[in-house]
């Protein structure tokens, strides 16, 4: 009997500490050469599936804003996609894709507007989350001042 307890109990731990090691993690990027910060969320809603939820905010100098989208391997399996949409203003709508690195979670980034008039690209830059303030972001340009 003592036996059959510690193998549930050692099965429940492990399934405990697994999902709160899957439950959620926050990942934060630089849009090198602009000065905005991608600050998301990812969770993993079932540790079985690859597709994980991102949510979190989009910052530049003057404006913040929501941001929320997917993060799943490609095709290949060698790295990470993460695909975030964004609402700027009450006209300004933007669509963010990254591919990164399944380690160091930085890659590269492109971005449109909903009615794909103006784009930009550029690198993920991986940035420690816990620095972050409003006053961390400097004046400069934005990734979404594109003309």
Same mark, same amino acid.
Do not use: E, H
């Given at each position: 009997m003592k036996k059959i307890a510690l193998v +549930?109990?050692?099965?429940?731990?492990?399934?405990?500490?697994?999902?709160?090691?899957s439950e959620a993690a926050e990942?934060?990027?630089k849009m090198d050469p602009y000065i905005d910060i991608v600050k998301v969320t990812v969770t993993k809603p079932d540790p079985l599936k690859p597709h994980k939820l991102a949510v979190g905010r989009?910052? /530049?100098?003057?404006n913040t804003f929501p941001v929320v989208g997917a993060v799943e391997k490609s095709v290949d399996g060698l790295s990470l996609i993460i695909s975030l949409h964004?609402?700027? /203003?009450?006209?300004?709508?933007? /669509?963010?894709?990254? +591919?990164?690195? %399944?380690?160091t979670k930085a890659g590269t980034w492109q971005i449109s507007n909903s009615t794909e008039t103006q784009s930009n690209s550029g690198t993920f830059t991986r940035v420690n989350c816990l620095s972050?303030? %409003?006053?961390?972001?400097? /004046?400069? %340009?934005s990734a979404t001042d594109v003309k």
């Open positions: +549930v109990f050692a099965v429940v731990l492990t399934i405990g500490f697994s999902l709160t090691i990942w934060c990027w989009w910052y /530049d100098a003057t964004g609402t700027k /203003d009450n006209m300004s709508k933007w /669509d963010l894709r990254a +591919v990164l690195d %399944p380690v972050l303030t %409003p006053l961390s972001i400097s /004046d400069g %340009p």
